[in-house]
């Protein structure tokens, strides 16, 4: 079969003008095109869709990633299309790559096989520039608080207690601890810094939590940037003039991005937070465009049910009012051999007690979903051809035994012809369910109560532990900030804080090492273990094998 790259850039697609208006009636003129095959819809067309009725919103999901690979995007696209071919409308909402994993180890993130979103080059390469202008306005931000200081600090921040680090969209560990302003006083206030990933400024995340371009300037002036003397009085972003500033850098990066899938339906791609480090969804903005246009909307969540799909229902859905219909739980023989204990080069072959141990993790996140998340769920099991049809059986049947409803989805191989059994379910479960979501937590429980909620509740944690600092720092935001959701920052690999304990981990401690207020967000990080805010490339980074011929063509995206 040919490499997804091969089968992208052989892709016959229509120009994106021309598949707004003949599926959607959206006119040329409501349409800012990047090139032929990529446009951002304008906000004026996006309000004007206030008054139509909401289709029905899903949600797909993954069990706790492996290096075998689960397919959540593949599976996210080649649903929207199986669904569309069984005659609903239906537009799938994704979130944009970022530069650092697509050099670094994860690779691109516009699907796979014949279920994927094109121009699969131009997506995962800068696109539209929305991460070039969220990078842009957060540095900006981070210039203008030095120079502050610099002219002579009128406002009081104390360079101890700036909060603001700077951003670039690339895995480099060297950026993580810096030291800015050395030279001599013509280049500013000496002071210790530090770089995160794009993906992981709070930047984005208002990008993609703000409903409006008033909303988005509100949130930025609410960005806490540090704190005066005494480490009491915040210091905002508004304070120092910026919002205004930042709102215009990212004037055009808040309209909402179209491409298409392989089968040439439209497909929403916008914002892109990090599930392990952020909140892990598309922009709402996209997502309730979508709602307005299509009778279904098939929307995806980073990593695994405990990050991404918990950080969807607590805070996306709690802040925009969505209301989820049902979950499809991606999983792969594969993926769940390895929570098994196999090593990854012994993937291929048949493990059937392998894959009855490894289970444990989807049955956790099947559980969690059905009773924490409150929804209905059907298990997509992403086919690979070394899957045996034993493995394949006795998926199935622990599923059912579960009271779960599993179907093998072959969207990979065939497109939307592959997921049309899986389409069908979905349609069967939605149509049968009134449910609705529930959260983990209530708004009104106090910040460190949050914390153990989904520690405790979605990762099977025995308690949660963070040092006096921590909890003080906890207990002093709940006072102003206590209606909050908290955002996990944890590994992907694993229910616990350690990447390398699989399955289902039961009984561990989990350590709230540091947390962030992100005011404009309106949400307060919790960061776990050793996760990195700022991620570093592996010892060989997929930059070593992505190139360019003479004539244009890139190789190399996966």
């Not at 680090?165 to 560990?173: A, F, I, L, Q, T």
């Not at 909303?215 to 005494?230: C, E, F, M, S, W």
């Not at 098994?340 to 141990?357: F, H, K, M, S, W």
């Not at 349609?427 to 914390?451: Q, R």
């Amino acid at each position: 079969m040919p490499a997804d790259i091969e089968i992208a850039q052989q892709a016959v697609l229509k120009p994106i003008i021309d598949l707004a208006r003949e599926r959607y009636g959206i006119g040329a003129a409501h349409l800012d095109p990047y090139g032929h095959y990529k446009a951002k819809l304008a906000l004026d067309y996006i309000a004007g869709l206030a008054g139509e009725p909401d289709g029905k919103l899903v949600l797909v999901t993954a069990i706790s990633p492996t290096p075998a690979g689960e397919g959540k995007t593949t599976t996210t696209v080649g649903l929207g299309d199986a669904l569309n071919r069984i005659g609903k409308r239906t537009i799938i909402c994704l979130r944009e790559p970022s530069l650092g994993p697509c050099f670094g180890m994860k690779g691109g993130a516009a699907g796979g096989g014949y279920a994927q979103v094109v121009p699969m080059e131009d997506i995962n390469l800068h696109f539209t520039g929305d991460f070039h202008a969220i990078g842009a306005a957060h540095n900006l931000l981070a210039a203008m608080i030095d120079n502050h200081i610099n002219h002579g600090n009128a406002l009081g921040i104390d360079p101890r207690r700036i909060q603001w680090k700077r951003v670039v969209d690339m895995n480099d560990r060297a950026l993580r601890q810096i030291v800015v302003g050395l030279g001599g006083s013509a280049n500013g206030y000496p002071r210790e810094d530090g770089y995160d990933i794009v993906v992981a400024s709070e930047v984005m995340a208002i990008l993609c939590l703000a409903s409006s371009l008033s909303d988005l300037k509100a949130r930025l002036g609410d960005i806490v940037i540090g704190y005066g003397a005494g480490g009491k009085q915040p210091i905002y972003a508004r304070d120092l003039k910026a919002h205004g500033a930042m709102a215009a850098l990212l004037k055009d990066a808040i309209k909402p991005n179209l491409v298409q899938t392989l089968e040439n339906n439209l497909a929403f791609v916008h914002g892109g937070p990090f599930a392990n480090i952020a909140h892990g969804c598309n922009s709402v903005m996209a997502t309730r465009t979508a709602l307005k246009l299509a009778d279904y909307v098939i929307t995806e969540a980073g990593f695994g049910a405990d990050l991404g799909a918990e950080k969807f229902i607590d805070i996306k859905c709690r802040m925009a009012g969505l209301k989820p219909r049902a979950v499809v739980l991606v999983a792969t023989i594969r993926a769940l051999k390895y929570h098994g204990g196999v090593a990854r080069d012994d993937l291929g072959t048949e493990n059937l007690a392998a894959l009855e141990q490894g289970m444990a993790n989807l049955e956790r996140h099947l559980r969690n979903i059905r009773e924490h998340y409150g929804l209905p769920c059907v298990v997509s099991i992403n086919h690979f051809t070394q899957d045996s049809d034993a493995e394949v059986r006795l998926l199935i049947e622990r599923v059912t035994a579960l009271g779960g409803h599993a179907v093998v989805a072959r969207h990979w191989a065939h497109g939307g012809a592959g997921a049309e059994d899986l389409a069908r379910a979905l349609v069967a479960i939605v149509d049968a369910s009134s449910a609705e979501h529930a959260f983990v937590y209530p708004d009104g429980a106090p910040l460190w109560a949050k914390i153990e909620a989904v520690a405790k509740k979605i990762y099977g944690a025995a308690q949660v532990t963070a040092d006096a600092k921590v909890r003080a720092q906890l207990d002093a935001w709940s006072r102003d900030y206590g209606s909050f959701p908290v955002c996990m920052a944890k590994t992907q690999m694993s229910f616990s804080a350690d990447p390398a304990v699989r399955g289902a981990p039961t009984g561990h401690t989990l350590n709230v090492r540091e947390v962030r207020l992100a005011h404009g967000a309106r949400f307060v990080v919790a960061i776990c273990g050793d996760m990195m805010t700022m991620p570093g490339l592996p010892k060989s980074p997929a930059a070593e094998r992505i190139d360019i011929d003479d004539r244009g063509n890139v190789t190399g995206l996966f």
